[in-house]
């Protein structure tokens, strides 16, 4: 991809979610929500404080996060869709 996210800003592509329940129910397109988790592609150089040091990001390109379900822009990037967002809208890393 050749795109690189400004300041505290990340890309991510949404992972997707289960077509099946547990119980064997298969779910429809429609009656799906967009998955709230997803992959970070890629990272931006950091946010400066108050000093105008960069301050480097949590996250790296590979992580696994969880963010909120309102959280980024959706875009199109090179025909795949992405979600650009600020570090602050991740709530947390998936451990392997």
Known sequence: M??????DRVVVKRL???TKT??????PDTAKEKPQEGEVIAVGPGARDESGKVV???VKAGDRILF???SGTEVKIEGEDFLIMKESDIMGVIEA
């Open 16 to 18: 997707e979610s289960d």
């Open 56 to 58: 480097a990001l949590d």
């Open 22 to 27: 547990k119980g064997g129910i298969i779910i």
């Open 2 to 7: 050749k795109f690189r996210p400004l300041h």
């Open 68 to 70: 909120g379900k309102w």
